[in-house]
């Protein structure tokens, strides 16, 4: 298989206009990922899919990542003149990062029998802008999971034929996958509450206002 | 006393309207079924709302989530080690070879190598695991299609020959809980290889007679071939694995195409069908247990002695760098994945089971459109699916 690179330079050449920047994996295992725009990315994906070299006609996985809003700490060693001797003195900065939704695809190629080639998507936050293209049109195993990403996650896939819950019932509000998820008050009596119940009870009871 | 005397009138029976070249009254009506969930063919809750014409499925709905308890978020909420008893729980036929597909993507997360013996005996409990799964699967198939009882209970009782062995080994039956990151739990116990033996040297003397019995069999035949087609190239697209994959003549194995563990030392090939339709998905899980016994056959000629576990693997306070990882086995029901993220902490910030039985279910309505409701049934049977992974 190409290198991750090459393949970012021949998919930047064949959809222009495409975005893409290589996101590399620090781990053992030496997966990097790569992250494509929203608005190019069925093209890509159909490139990647149509391709004589690539062929990746296999979706394999696919999943999302909650990622909420953080605060990342980086150190940077900065050279300061302190009582007139220069110094070397850690400088820390601290970024605010919104938080937003990740849509992973793992790619094999069956013909050619190689991969994975890894894909990503990003949702623009996690409340309202929580659209991304769907690949279902492209790969078709991406039906159910999509479904279920929406499902647990909230990620509301454009041009999915079929967006509808999957493992939750349709009633059901939040998606229990997110990192701030809180299951809902589901208490129901007991006589004699004891342990987790009491304080199930006790939290049950606050909210009602019946303490 | 008087008694009646007269015979009773004849009874006025509604008449019910006979089809006719004009055809009748209740023609043109679509009649909506819910197989399911608690239906004997659907092997554990799952249900397929079917919408039938007369008895031809038109549209087949798969409705599931009765049996699901967010596997993946109890698994971000423990320690590395915590889910792998409760990774036994997602298929429960087949619990070493997710010991092993999660034991896999933890080793390439955290760079870990697994010691030659312990290869071994991933290799031995996975391809037991196979034939067990495999034997099973087409006595289920036969029960579905009206065999009651003795093709399923001549399998389960190969089946409980190799139960007996995975609990010598690992003290459970089903729930083995057997590997760890770099390697397995415990030593094998003393014997344990020779019993093996007897078993896999037994092996192919039940698959003959098994096979003598069912696969010439005319209602077999009759009921499966030409049924549940699935075309390659759909096949392919739907990320559909394992034998369902095989069964259309694509040949991709991922013990031979990733070569993970010490599959590259041995020798096996591939059975690949032609027509995609249950008899073939039938004969290649047939013809892959033959494999199988070849594989362990040359296993367990060579099993080294040595370690059985990593010496610098960590169980207690297991923190892999941050970092992400994919790794997956070919189970006996297709691409069995785990996909972990890693922020640094003891509990993996990101886990995902790639479940091969709900994917292998997406193409389940194109399969049975234009078939009959019994045919659906057998099809469904044919897929092999496991609820436990299902829903997670």
Known sequence: ME????????????????????????????????????????????????????????????????????????KVKVKKVIDGVEKEVDEVTKTARPGFL???????????????????????????????????PVWRSCEFQEREV???????????????????????????MRKDYSEPDDYEYEPTPHDDVLEKSKRHQAAKGTL | MSVATESPAPRNYEVVPKTSPEGSELDG????????????????????????????????????????????????????????????RLDYFCSLTNNWAYALAVEKLAGLQVPERAEFIRVITAELTRLQNHTSVCGFLLQDMGALGTPLMYAFRERE??????????????????????????????????????????????????????????????????????????????GVTGPMLRACGVDYDIRKVDHYGIYDRFEFRIPLGEQGDVYDRYMIRLLEIRESLKILQQALK??????????????????????????????????????????????????????????????????CLGQSVADAVVTLGSVDIVLGEVDR
Request: hydrophobic share 35%; with cysteine; charged share 25%.
């Open chain 1, 102 to 136: 990740e849509g992973v695809y793992h790619l094999y190629s069956m013909a050619m029998k190689h991969g994975p080639l890894i894909l990503r998507l990003r949702t623009g936050n996690r409340k309202d802008q929580v659209q991304l293209p769907s690949f279902t």
């Open chain 1, 3 to 74: 290198s991750l690179e090459q393949i970012k330079i021949r998919l930047e050449a064949a959809v222009p206009g495409a975005k893409l920047e290589i996101l590399p994996n620090e781990s053992p295992s030496g997966q990097h990922s790569l992250l494509l725009d929203n608005a190019h990315a069925v093209a890509l994906a159909r490139f990647l899919r149509d391709d004589a070299q690539l062929r990746f006609d296999y979706c394999s996985n696919m999943t999302g990542v909650d990622w909420p809003d953080t605060e990342i700490t980086s």
């Open chain 2, 302 to 367: 060579e099993v080294p002695g040595g370690p059985i576990i990593d010496p610098k693997a960590k169980l207690r306070s297991f923190r892999p760098k941050v970092g992400e990882a994919y790794g997956r086995i070919e189970g006996p029901k297709g691409e069995l994945g785990f996909y972990l993220i890693s922020d640094g902490s003891p509990n993996p910030y990101r886990y995902r089971v790639r479940p091969p039985s709900l994917i292998n279910l997406t193409i389940l309505e194109d399969m």
């Open chain 2, 161 to 238: 020959k190799i139960l007996d062995l995975f609990e010598s080994l690992t003290g459970a039956r089903m729930m083995c809980n057997y590997m760890r990151f770099g390697g397995c739990r415990c030593d094998l116990p003393p014997g344990w290889l020779d019993r093996v033996r007897k078993i896999v040297g037994d092996f192919p003397q039940f698959l003959d007679s098994y096979e003598a019995l069912l696969n010439t069999n005319e209602i077999l035949l009759a009921r499966t071939q030409g049924v549940g087609r699935l075309p390659r190239e759909l096949a392919i697209s739907a």
């Open chain 1, 150 to 176: 929406y499902d647990l996650f909230g990620v509301v896939f454009d041009g999915h034929p079929d967006l509808r819950r999957i493992l939750m019932w349709d009633e059901f509000r939040d998606h229990p």
């Open chain 2, 29 to 88: 009506e679509l009649l909506e079924v819910a197989m399911g969930p608690q239906h004997p063919s659907t092997h554990g809750v799952f249900r397929m709302d079917v919408v039938l014409d007369g008895e031809t499925v038109v549209k087949l709905k798969p409705v599931f989530g009765y049996l699901h308890r967010n596997h993946e978020k109890i698994a971000e909420n423990t320690s590395y080690l915590g889910s792998m008893p409760y990774t036994d």
